[in-house]
């Protein structure tokens, strides 16, 4: 069983977490992912901060701004992804961002980096199916998972071709728009899980726009994870290298919520 | 006439969108079945008959094609070389050639039953040319602008305006054309069902490349038969300003296959291109992945897109059309950086000595005459694109010579 499946066996949803690595600094991220899982996340994603960050609202673009800015490299990255490995051997950790940091020393080069530093999955913006010529297999060779995205807009016709090579867990993009803005509607979110599992048997995680642990509980309710991102993002925002007790807080009460959403249900 | 042929350079993309390397799909997830649904309704576009009539109709009525072929003839004697001809893109309706672009997407946008219109701009021509057609169809529309851009450009902005188009400042990165098209792809995002992006140069995520190439491409239709008829042969040699490089590719394309004719892409150097303050991404960058497509960018060793910089806003973008790339690779087309001071030098020259102010893209094609107008004889010649014209640069070019108006 590798860290990611196993992070979602534990017979209850399970909360993924999202930062941008180098935000505010490179070396204050090593003690936020810690804080992040001493407050109960079970899956840790790194964004690798980019220049043009066209997917993300502006929570996240701010922090990818942040993260350039106080000199980030993508070196930076890999040492924090190391580093955060030797601490937590059992904690997954999935680098997420966009096409060009990711090949810009080639396909081969990345894939190794990222066997290396003990990164188990990768998710990438802008490589749709159509162009994972090249990053998909490197990281498959290399047991790394590559994984996809489903959206609001990826009909039936299209989801073979998105699940074709999709590892680890599905990713589904619950709003068609950009990370941090409006939330999906509950019952949009539970028909777009259910379709998706119709043809897959990876967990469905759903993202976007989710903030608190009200909303996390009720999609937890159907998506096998949740992802938190923009609301932590806005923490070390205000709190910069001090976000390490308000970030443990959040996902704390986040973590509750998630695991705990299904026992609530069940028992009603 | 050149049909396309197994060897022709004339039959990119492949069916996903590739010209070699380059080109491609890198769009998010959400973006992509809107993508694959454009490329379907453009292929039955172009084998629609009428859809050809009526952007032929609008060329000729609205835009005022075809533009004329003019010979340039004190330029000719001042650089005592080759011929000069100029092909007159600034002659169109708004001033550019971005209009034929707009035209054909307009038209395509209103096949696909879309009811909101977005567009990136970076000098504002693009951004005038989509306000003045989303003004003549009746729809709305939304221009995305750098807020450097919006203070470099206020004639284009004040004319968007005019025109009806809901102008909203950029204010991320260095607040030009990148980072429009950056917040252009975020709106397009969130309004998938009713929003047509009409992107306005030769890049992007297939199809655009080849949709605005095609769309183009009157360009270079028009001047390769004014030019047989007027003179009886080909010119020897193309010039043109690559910021995007739709102007170059329009003029470009049709000639491709005539092996005699030679093309020269002119970027924009900006202060020069061994320092970090230009937008020459052929000649001072590396291939990567930016926009929705693979192609030259600048960009630092671990793949930061880095500022460009031009004086001409409509060439400060750090990546160059897919198709651009491809030719530079193959060695079709040669391309060449004239910076920001040769082109102020070439603007001027064109207003006095032909009385036409060129725009300051444009006038990047033009520095590249002296630099080659004597390699060739008296009876070769040299067509340049004017692509636009320089009044909305007056201010720039004055405040650039230390005037104020």
Not at chain 2, 53 to 69: C, I, K, M, Q, T
Not at chain 2, 116 to 141: D, K, L, N, S, Y
Request: net charge negative; aromatic share 6%.
């Amino acid at each position: 069983m590798t860290r990611l499946s196993a992070a979602f066996a534990k017979g209850r949803p399970a909360l993924v977490t999202f930062i941008t690595g180098g935000d505010p600094t490179p070396s204050a991220t090593g003690a936020i992912l810690d804080a992040l899982v001493e407050g109960g996340a079970d899956v840790i994603e790194l964004g690798m901060p980019f220049t043009d960050p066209m997917a993300d609202g502006p929570a996240i673009q701010a922090a990818n701004l942040r993260s350039l800015g106080a000199g980030t490299k993508t070196a930076d990255i890999f040492a924090i992804a190391k580093g955060f490995r030797q601490r937590h051997p059992e904690i997954p950790l999935v680098l997420m961002g966009y096409a060009n940091p990711m090949v810009a020393r080639g396909a081969e080069w990345f894939a190794d980096a990222c066997a290396d530093a003990g990164v188990d999955g990768i998710i990438c913006v802008d490589i749709p199916a159509e162009e994972d010529g090249e990053l998909g297999p490197a990281l498959r060779a290399k047991g790394v998972s590559f994984i996809r995205l489903a959206t609001p807009t990826t009909d039936a016709a299209r989801l073979p071709a998105v699940l074709e090579g999709s590892s680890g867990f599905l990713y589904y993009v619950s709003v068609a728009g950009i990370t941090g803005k409006q939330q999906a509607q509950l019952a949009s979110i539970e028909q777009a899980v259910a379709h998706l599992k119709s043809g897959t048997d990876l967990p469905v995680v759903v993202g976007f726009g989710v903030r608190t642990p009200a909303q996390a509980a009720d999609i937890a309710q159907h998506g096998d994870g949740v992802v938190v991102g923009s609301a932590i993002v806005d923490l070390i925002a205000e709190h910069g290298a001090h976000a390490t007790g308000p970030v443990r807080e959040l996902v704390s009460s986040l973590a509750a919520a998630v695991h705990g959403a299904r026992a609530i249900s069940d028992l009603a | 006439m050149n049909a396309t042929t197994p060897n022709s350079f004339r039959n990119q993309p492949d069916e996903r969108g590739h010209f070699g390397q380059f080109g491609g799909r890198y769009v998010a997830e959400t973006l992509m079945p809107l993508i694959l649904d454009l490329e379907a309704e453009y292929k039955r576009a172009k084998a629609d008959p009428a859809f050809q009539a009526e952007f032929d109709d609008l060329l000729e009525h609205y835009v005022g094609r075809p533009s004329p072929l003019y010979f340039a003839p004190r330029l000719t004697e001042e650089l005592g070389g080759a011929q000069i001809w100029f092909k007159r893109e600034e002659l169109n309706h708004t001033g550019a050639h971005k209009i034929n672009n707009c035209i054909g997407q307009i038209l395509l946008a209103i096949r696909m039953g879309k009811t909101r219109i977005i567009a990136e701009t970076g000098a504002g021509q693009h951004g005038v040319a989509t306000a003045t057609v989303c003004a003549r169809f009746g729809i709305p529309c939304v221009i995305y602008m750098g807020a450097l851009d919006v203070e470099r450009q206020k004639p284009n902005v004040f004319r968007m305006k005019l025109l009806g188009a809901q102008v909203v400042p950029v204010e991320s990165g260095a607040r030009t054309l990148k980072d429009a098209m950056n917040e252009a792809l975020r709106d397009w995002v969130a309004n998938v069902h009713d929003t047509f992006y009409i992107i306005g140069t030769a890049a992007g995520p297939h199809p655009y490349p080849e949709l605005v190439r095609d769309f183009q491409s009157v360009i270079g239709k028009e001047a390769r038969a004014q030019m047989l008829g007027r003179t009886g042969k080909l010119p020897d040699l193309l010039i043109a300003a690559v910021g995007g490089g739709s102007n170059a590719i329009g003029l470009f394309h049709p000639f491709l296959d005539d092996a005699s004719v030679q093309m020269l892409g002119v970027e924009a150097g900006g202060h020069g291109v061994d320092t970090d303050q230009h937008a020459a991404s052929l000649t001072g960058g590396v291939p990567g992945i930016l926009h929705g497509n693979k192609t030259y960018l600048l960009q630092d060793e671990d793949g930061q897109i880095t500022e460009a910089h031009s004086i001409s806003a409509g060439l400060d973008y750090p990546g160059i059309g897919p198709e651009h790339s491809w030719l530079h690779d193959i060695g079709r087309v040669k391309y060449l950086p004239i910076n920001d001071d040769e082109a102020m030098q070439a603007f001027q020259d064109c207003c006095r000595l032909e009385g036409i102010i060129p725009a300051l893209e444009s006038a990047h094609a033009l520095a590249a005459l002296p630099k080659v107008a004597k390699q060739y004889g008296k009876d070769q010649i040299i067509l340049v694109n004017v692509s636009g014209r320089g009044d909305k640069d007056i201010f720039t070019v004055a405040d650039k010579l230390g005037t104020t108006i």
